[in-house]
């Protein structure tokens, strides 16, 4: 499945999946459910050797998402090497139950990053309220994932600003813009692009 260029082997990895399962909703018709086996059949369809892989958007946003972060935890013992999984953090639970889900799923359970989403989960970029999983985050030494660019909630420089006071923690930024954020993703790679030519940390690093 690797790929070969100039004589060296190279992994393929998808760096964003979703899995798990959620209830339906009514005149919705996404998928509620996919299991580490669904993912598996489809990533050696492909040709892919490893996928990163985080929980469907629920539609309660005081839901916490350890169901859906256990089933990915499960898939991973499964399938070791193939599913990275990274736990989804509601902060709208509550700060103590959102720093011990990472507890949970990060060091317990080796889940290797988190994934947050202000858009669905609606919570707003604060440093009050992600400081803790922020600083959980660093304790642990595992990336956070935003899904960013499609609100004045989710403005990717926003994010990277709020990122940028937590040196040690490395912020990924996924899921394609409408053209009304492009400009403002643009603003962000090339300014990351020019902390990097300077040898400083960039403000965001970007996934698919």
């Known amino acids: 499945m690797s790929l070969q260029l100039e ?13 798990g399962g959620r209830k339906p909703r009514e005149g919705r018709t996404h998928f509620n459910s996919f299991s580490g086996d669904d993912m598996v059949k489809s990533m ?3 040709g892919v050797d490893a996928t990163v892989s985080f929980p469907m958007g629920e539609w309660n946003t005081e839901n916490d998402y350890s169901y859906q972060n256990d089933l990915i935890a499960d898939a991973m013992q ?18 103590k139950s959102s720093c011990a889900s990472i507890d949970r799923f990060v060091k317990e359970r080796g889940m290797r990053g988190i994934k947050l989403h202000p858009e669905i989960d609606h919570f707003m970029l604060d440093e009050r309220i992600l400081g803790p ?7 642990y030494r595992v990336p956070v994932i935003f899904h960013s660019g499609n609100t004045a909630n989710t403005d990717p420089l926003t994010i990277g600003h709020l990122a940028a006071q937590y040196p040690q923690v490395v912020p990924l930024n996924c899921d394609p813009s409408p053209e ?18 300077l040898g400083l940390r960039p403000l965001f ?3 698919a």
């Not at 004589?7 to 899995?19: C, L, P, Q, S, V």
């Not at 999983?133 to 304790?139: P, S």
């Not at 954020?181 to 030519?197: L, W």
């Open 44 to 46: 050696d369809e492909a």
């Open 133 to 139: 999983i922020f600083d959980k985050a660093r304790d």
């Open 205 to 207: 690093h970007f996934a």
């Open 180 to 197: 009304r954020r492009a400009q403002r993703r643009q603003d962000v790679r090339e300014r990351s692009e020019a902390c990097h030519r």
């Open 78 to 95: 499964k399938h070791p090497g193939r599913i990275l999984g990274f736990c989804r953090i509601n902060p709208n639970v509550g700060q």
């Open 7 to 19: 004589g060296e082997f190279i992994d393929i990895i998808d760096a964003h999946t979703h899995m």
